[in-house]
């Protein structure tokens, strides 16, 4: 058999097996799944954080300058979403996904991305402009998150395979994160969920302000410029 054999063999194997799923009560690793129509399914909000303007970043400076500030922003954001509580499910250049799960999954991802905010701004812009005076370069970044019903399958092939995250709140999350704006953007099902102090301010002011992303359907999403002191 030719190798269109074997891609012919597999579309056909993948779309006519039946899938077994399970409801999932942790986040799943990629052991966990078999490679063919194997699903775990569950309730989680979904984190994406990107920097912004990395194009920019990569034309206009040295090559290790670019993964200094790589590693700077996603070190803090993993330690910041493992402290929340979060699972983080993947690295793809520039960004980072986490999914949250139990009662307070929401709270937990806008909380996380206050924070992540608050350490780009008080900790690796300041430590760059100390390190590079010379250097006029500021991270820029943006949170989305969105919550949802999420179907879980092991995607790829033997030795090159991952987790393929389906459903609403992926796809929305990560849309929203390559958004122009404030640093922190949710959706309105996300916002409805959070409890008084993760909206409110110390000051009594919301820290959440409502505008239409026209990236998902110009639905309702809430922004923020806030900052979660770590």
């Known amino acids: 058999m030719g190798l269109g054999d074997d891609l012919n063999s597999e579309v056909r194997k993948v779309l006519q097996e039946m899938w077994s799923q399970r409801e999932g009560q942790v986040v ?11 699903a775990v399914t569950l309730e989680g909000t979904v984190l994406y954080a990107d920097l912004d303007d990395s194009t920019q970043l990569v034309d206009m400076e040295e090559p290790w300058f670019a993964a200094e500030i790589y590693k700077c922003y996603l070190a803090c954001a993993a330690r910041i979403i493992r402290a929340e509580g979060g699972e983080i499910t993947s690295y793809d250049g520039d960004r980072i996904m986490a999914v949250f799960i139990g009662d307070a999954k929401n709270d937990s991802a806008a909380r996380a991305a206050l924070k992540i905010n608050f350490a780009v701004q008080k900790t690796i812009n300041p430590a760059i402009r100390d390190e590079y005076p010379d250097d006029s370069y500021s991270v820029k970044h943006v949170v989305g998150i969105d919550t949802s019903h999420l179907f879980v399958a092991r995607t790829g092939i033997r030795g090159a395979n991952d987790l393929v995250w389906v459903g609403r709140a992926a796809n929305y999350a990560a849309k929203l994160s390559a958004r122009a704006g404030p640093a922190t953007q949710i959706t309105a099902k996300v916002y409805r969920r959070l409890s008084q102090d993760v909206k409110i301010g110390s000051d009594g002011q919301n820290m959440w302000k409502s505008t239409m992303a026209p990236e998902i359907g110009n639905k309702q999403i809430y922004t923020s410029s806030w900052r979660w002191e770590v």
């Open 28 to 38: 799943p690793e990629s052991d966990s799944l078999g490679l063919y129509n194997d």
